[in-house]
């Protein structure tokens, strides 16, 4: 594979792309790339991970997967397997989400081939795909009974793991830096308790591990790479960011006022599922528009690119994978077992592989403006008065795009409901189809609870971007 002129290649950089989905991804983004695209174009791949090590593990595993993909095309016709290996480009890069300083680093690595006018020059898409469960466990007794008495639902929206409280990173500056013995960096009380667990940790420089990996890490990350992402995109439009989410996007579980990060219970996972769909599903409206114009300006940037990279919300459905760890590989296949049988029971989540279950991620990516658009246009409003007649992109049918199977496992993608926002954050929007993906007890939108989620949304925006800022200045004077 050698390197393209990464100009004219087609850019995307996927985080956790080592393991599970995030392997998943590369893999089918590669297969359909390649499947749909005219041969003179080429897909310069950015899969990031923790280390080195796992860094050649995983291009070792996608360039098989190339060369595998290659020669079934050459038996198929003669001549384009070598076509096809010339294609793709893989670029491997070191990640810890939980290190604002890996961020920083990374971002800058790519920001300067633009800067020299050699290297990249732009990113098309960012999947945020990489996360951590927090989960240590299960209850047993619990599960037994839910799953005994309810599978389906029980296996597809589950309240049986059991988690640890109050993960921290490690400290984000070096131990040298001091901000007068303050702990204003780990929020909402019980902070000797949080630095117990973390004897090396400089008092104040933490953050929810949890809360940072599979949100904060990322919005840092993207914020960082807004020069490349607005130079990137298809037919005019910026580039893209696909935030990886999760069914278990628990409502209950998010206390924006008194425990943003979800340091004080066992839910720090969906607590950090539901942020991310707030944000995503919010980052269009008027409402919002202050901080989210703030995120997308860097202080790097050399042009003046009014364009703003549009952000979507995807989810994997149900994957058997690693996230959740259990002690023995009869567990293993127990749970696949039983993800296969809620699948033939009609449950449309059960993506099971996570091949399948990439499938919305990967759309998001590739899918033509037009295709998007499609799906996001709504419809003709009753009365031409209406004020939301006034700007389109307020009424957008933005949703959470689900990967979805029916019971052979041919998979696809669906809208999914979000509470507060419903499908589409339209309110009486129904059918007899989503039905069947739906929550036990999610009630209908409201106008009310539509205005809720907005709010919600707003102070989100607002409090993501006190903390960028926050973080940006220490970051700054500690030099990194």
Request: proline share 5%.
């Amino acid at each position: 594979m050698s390197s393209p002129n990464p100009k004219d290649a087609f850019t995307i950089l996927v985080t956790g792309a080592n393991s599970g989905v995030g392997l998943a991804t590369c893999q089918r983004l590669i297969d359909e790339f390649l499947d749909t695209r005219p041969s003179t174009t080429h897909l310069l791949l950015i899969p990031t991970t923790r280390s080195y090590s796992k860094s050649q593990q995983t291009v070792d595993t996608l360039r098989a997967h190339v060369a595998a993909v290659a020669k079934a095309a050459e038996q198929r016709k003669p001549g384009s397997g070598a076509e096809y290996e010339t294609r793709i480009h893989l670029r491997p890069e070191q990640l810890d989400l939980c290190s604002l300083r890996t961020v920083r680093e990374l971002s800058r690595r790519l920001k300067r081939g633009r800067e020299v006018g050699g290297g990249i020059q732009k990113i098309d898409a960012v999947i945020c795909n990489a996360g951590i469960g927090g989960w240590n466990g299960i209850d047993w007794p619990k599960c037994a009974w839910l799953v005994l008495t309810d599978m389906v639902h029980a296996i597809t929206w589950p309240t049986f793991k059991k988690a640890d409280v109050g993960r921290l990173t490690a400290s984000q500056l070096p131990a040298s830096v001091t901000e007068n013995g303050a702990l204003d960096g780990v929020p909402n009380g019980k902070a000797e308790q949080r630095e117990a667990g973390n004897e090396h940790a400089s008092p104040g420089l933490q953050l929810g591990e949890i809360f940072c990996s599979n949100v904060f890490g990322h919005y840092m990350l993207v914020h960082e790479l807004a020069p490349l992402l607005k130079q990137g995109g298809m037919s005019g439009a910026s580039g893209r960011v696909i935030w990886v989410s999760s069914l278990e996007a628990y409502a209950s579980t998010f206390h924006p006022e008194d425990d943003f990060q979800a340091l004080d219970g066992p839910y720090a996972y969906e607590s950090s599922k539901r942020l991310t769909d707030v944000l995503v599903l919010t980052s269009h409206l008027p409402s919002t528009q202050s901080p989210v114009k703030e995120f997308w300006t860097t202080n790097d940037e050399k042009s003046n690119d009014s364009r703003t990279p549009r952000m979507y919300l995807a989810h994997p459905g149900i994957c058997g994978t690693a996230i959740l760890p259990l002690s023995s590989i009869i567990l293993t296949w127990a749970m696949l077992a039983a993800f296969y049988l809620a699948r033939w029971l009609g449950s449309v989540w059960h993506t099971v592989s996570p091949y399948k279950g990439a499938v919305a991620p990967v759309w998001l990516a590739l899918a033509s403006e037009g295709t998007l658009a499609a799906q996001e246009t709504p419809p003709p409003s009753k009365s031409p008065q209406d004020e939301d007649d006034v700007n389109l992109e307020t009424r957008r049918a933005v949703g959470k795009w689900g990967s979805a199977t029916d019971a052979e496992g041919r998979e696809r993608v669906e809208r999914t409901e979000v509470e507060g926002w419903g499908w589409s954050g339209r309110v009486g929007e129904n059918s007899v189809r989503r039905l069947r993906g739906r929550m036990r007890g999610a009630q209908n939108l409201t106008k009310q609870g539509r205005e809720g989620f907005e709010e919600l949304g707003r102070t989100s925006w607002e409090k993501m971007e006190e903390l960028r800022k926050e973080w940006e200045d220490r970051l700054n004077a500690a030099g990194l």
